[in-house]
């Protein structure tokens, strides 16, 4: 099998690759993995196991028609990482985030269908469903994206739906809830506030800290996102979510206090625009069709993210000057 993962140097793609690479998911086994990455600046060479037999990397841009009619021809899947992600940036400048996740994903599906390519994953998020106060999101409930970014992933995932219907293109679509884990780039939430306490530093957090958000183990969303590429229906949309809601102020506590740190180091900074609520995904469908369940208790992934960022700064002290360090998702 020829897999090309798309945005396979930054957090979660990295992971899918190390994970197939390993030989962790028996129907990739002996899988040889190309992955395309821009490079941005999240990705990371740093998170791949460059000298790995099977591993082939290219540094390019989804948006680039040549480059991918040269990387695709001869590829058994697709599984597409590759996104702006950070909605503070979007605020600032909703650009590149249109080109990347809407054009990109465009032109990347347009080169699937050109090279007859039989099996597509798009990875999305739940922010394109909005906000809710109370219950959870199916697959089926109406997108209500509330930021630049969500919403260029909220017209990608319609992208990719229309390929499925319009081309007949083997795609199907994830919607996950808030990922944490190792080699996650320091200007999320959880990393950022690790980091900051490590170093001796304040933590911002957003407001009062009421926003709700649930939390995903990178590795249980891999587990779930390959799932969806060997057993997902084509045009299939599939919420993955980790069934853990915390407030961030309760994040903040269980952080502070895995650092060994008081709430003297909390700065409270002015709330974002259009800040969403809570999110929250049912997750019902790829229980029942995929029979995936999430297998990393949230306090113990969260206490060994802690320890891999204690155990790691070589890792991630040089990415700091990259990161945009002002806040949570």
Same mark, same amino acid.
């Given at each position: 099998?020829?897999?090309?993962?798309?945005?396979?140097?930054?957090?979660?793609? #990295?992971?899918?690759?190390?994970? %197939?690479?390993?030989?962790?998911?028996? /129907?990739?086994?002996?899988?040889?993995? @190309?992955?395309?990455?821009?490079?941005?600046?999240?990705?990371?060479?740093?998170?791949? &196991?460059?000298? +790995?037999?099977?591993?082939?990397?290219?540094?390019?841009?989804?948006?680039?028609?040549?480059?991918?009619?040269?990387?695709?021809?001869? @590829?058994?899947? %697709?599984?597409?990482?590759?996104? $702006?992600? +950070?909605?503070?940036?979007?605020?600032?400048?909703?650009?590149?985030?249109?080109?990347?996740?809407?054009?990109?994903?465009?032109?990347?599906?347009?080169?699937?269908?050109?090279?007859?390519? !039989?099996?597509?994953?798009?990875?999305?998020?739940?922010?394109?469903?909005? #906000?809710?106060?109370?219950? #959870?999101? @199916?697959?089926?409930?109406?997108?209500? !994206?509330?930021?630049?970014? /969500?919403?260029?992933?909220?017209? #990608?995932?319609?992208?990719?739906?229309?390929?499925?219907?319009?081309?007949?293109?083997? *795609?199907?679509? @994830?919607?996950?809830?808030?990922?944490?884990?190792?080699?996650?780039?320091?200007?999320?939430?959880? &990393?950022?506030? *690790?980091?900051?306490?490590?170093?001796?530093?304040?933590?911002?957090?957003?407001?009062?800290? +009421?926003?709700?958000?649930?939390?995903?183990?990178?590795?249980? +969303?891999?587990?779930?996102?390959?799932?969806?590429?060997?057993?997902?229906?084509?045009?299939?949309?599939?919420?993955?979510?980790?069934?853990?809601?915390?407030?961030?102020?309760?994040?903040? $506590?269980?952080?502070?206090?895995?650092?060994?740190?008081?709430?003297?180091?909390?700065?409270?900074? !002015?709330?974002?625009?259009?800040?969403?609520?809570?999110?929250?995904?049912?997750?019902?469908?790829?229980?029942?069709e995929l029979g995936f369940a999430p297998q990393i208790p949230f306090g113990q992934g969260l206490a060994e993210v802690v320890d891999w960022y204690r155990d790691n700064r070589t890792w991630w002290e040089p990415l700091r000057s990259r990161a945009q360090l002002t806040g949570s998702r």
């Amino acid at each position: 099998m020829k897999l090309l993962v798309t945005g396979g140097a930054g957090f979660i793609g #990295s992971h899918f690759v190390r994970s %197939v690479l390993a030989g962790r998911y028996p /129907a990739s086994a002996g899988a040889r993995i @190309t992955v395309l990455d821009k490079l941005t600046y999240a990705g990371n060479l740093a998170n791949l &196991p460059l000298d +790995h037999p099977r591993l082939t990397f290219v540094h390019g841009d989804i948006c680039d028609v040549r480059l991918l009619g040269d990387v695709l021809p001869g @590829t058994d899947a %697709v599984v597409h990482f590759a996104a $702006e992600s +950070h909605v503070d940036r979007s605020l600032m400048d909703a650009h590149e985030f249109v080109t990347t996740n809407v054009l990109g994903t465009q032109v990347l599906l347009e080169g699937c269908r050109t090279a007859r390519v !039989p099996r597509i994953v798009h990875v999305s998020t739940d922010e394109v469903y909005g #906000s809710l106060p109370h219950g #959870s999101w @199916t697959e089926d409930t109406l997108l209500e !994206p509330n930021s630049p970014y /969500a919403a260029s992933k909220a017209a #990608s995932d319609l992208i990719a739906r229309s390929y499925w219907r319009a081309h007949g293109l083997s *795609v199907s679509i @994830t919607r996950c809830s808030n990922n944490y884990g190792p080699y996650q780039f320091v200007e999320k939430l959880i &990393p950022l506030f *690790v980091t900051n306490l490590l170093d001796g530093r304040d933590v911002p957090l957003y407001g009062d800290g +009421h926003h709700v958000r649930e939390w995903l183990h990178v590795d249980d +969303h891999c587990r779930a996102v390959h799932l969806v590429l060997t057993d997902g229906a084509p045009g299939g949309i599939y919420n993955i979510g980790g069934g853990t809601e915390l407030t961030n102020r309760d994040i903040t $506590e269980r952080l502070l206090e895995l650092c060994g740190a008081d709430w003297d180091r909390v700065r409270h900074v !002015p709330d974002r625009k259009a800040h969403d609520e809570r999110y929250s995904v049912d997750t019902t469908k790829i229980r029942e069709e995929l029979g995936f369940a999430p297998q990393i208790p949230f306090g113990q992934g969260l206490a060994e993210v802690v320890d891999w960022y204690r155990d790691n700064r070589t890792w991630w002290e040089p990415l700091r000057s990259r990161a945009q360090l002002t806040g949570s998702r």
